[in-house]
């Protein structure tokens, strides 16, 4: 029934999941494993099958080798059941080394973590903005140099980038302390590239905008979500409005759509008999079975 046909591919674009070791609360309040497992219920009851989920830092809070296995041990599964890879991104509160060896399956190592996967035709690239010991972003001499090489060649679909720090503005208290350093460096090298959209979390709040001429979308935590009609002067997080992003690929465009986790009442709908129905009509007939207003019209 749409213009725009299915999508090529749809990703599943998570941020900043902040577990601890041992199933610790975050802040002694916030069960992040609870909302994680949340988010793929939904998806296993959608029929929504994402062919990457996307990480895009601030995976563990204190980088904790415990929390990584434990955040694995959800997603693994999940992956599993979707059939969908999984891309974990560097952020200002994981270890690197520790990253290496209880995501990747790879040796220790605390060279930035850097990558680059395709499905089908679409390149999605994974940054490491993150400076062990402090909570800013910036990005190497070397992994600017790494990236440029990596998009001298276009990719049949494009590429989207995703990082820990998003390069765009914030006005919330203290926060632009800990933006990505030095943007115009990344502008050099992404703009006039097949680079159609840029993937960040850090900011624990859904927000949109352009960089180098490119959307750039961030995705809220899971874990807890800053507050940006909190006290004038005050930087609150608080315990709700948790999401998540849905990242749906077409030819000419891509679409992002931030999605709630939990459950909620619903108090209007079609059931899928009708979809079903709807379908089975032609264009002039879903006109007048479903657009057509009978009071009006």
């Known amino acids: 029934m749409a213009q725009y046909g299915r999508p090529l591919h749809t990703i599943a674009h998570i941020s900043d999941t902040h577990f601890l070791a041992d199933r610790k609360p975050l802040y002694g309040a916030v069960d992040t494993d609870a909302t994680l497992t949340r988010l793929f219920e939904q998806f296993d009851r959608s029929g929504i099958r994402p062919e990457l989920l996307v990480f895009t830092g601030d995976i563990a809070d204190l980088g904790e080798a415990d929390a990584y296995r434990r955040i694995r041990s959800i997603v693994d599964p999940a992956a599993e059941r979707l059939g969908a890879r999984v891309l974990w991104v560097m952020g200002n509160h994981d270890d690197r080394s520790r990253v290496r060896t209880e995501l990747l399956d790879e040796e220790p190592g605390t060279d930035p973590v850097v990558t680059s996967v395709r499905i089908g035709g679409l ?17 190497q001499a070397s992994q600017l140099e790494w990236l440029r090489a990596e998009l001298a060649e276009p990719a049949p679909e494009g590429t989207i980038v995703a990082l820990h720090h998003p390069p765009i503005p914030t006005t919330l208290p203290l926060m632009p302390i800990l933006e990505l350093q030095r943007q115009h460096e990344l502008d ?54 948790q999401s ?6 077409y030819d000419d465009r891509i679409v992002h759509s931030t999605i709630p986790i939990g459950d909620y009442a619903v108090v209007s709908g079609f059931d899928a008999a009708f979809v079903d129905r709807m379908e089975s009509l032609d264009d002039e007939g879903r006109i007048a079975a479903f657009s057509r207003h009978p009071d009006r019209a």
């Open 123 to 139: 390149r999605v690239i994974a940054l490491d903005t993150s400076v062990p010991g402090y909570h800013h972003g910036e990005l």
């Open 188 to 241: 050099d090298v992404l703009r006039g590239t097949d680079v159609r959209a840029v993937l960040g979390g850090h900011l624990h709040y859904s927000t949109t905008s352009l960089f180098a001429g490119v959307p750039v979308s961030v995705a809220a935590a899971t874990c807890y979500t800053m507050d940006l009609t909190g006290a004038a002067g005050a930087l609150s997080g608080v315990d709700g409005g």
């Open 244 to 249: 998540f992003s849905l990242v749906q690929v």
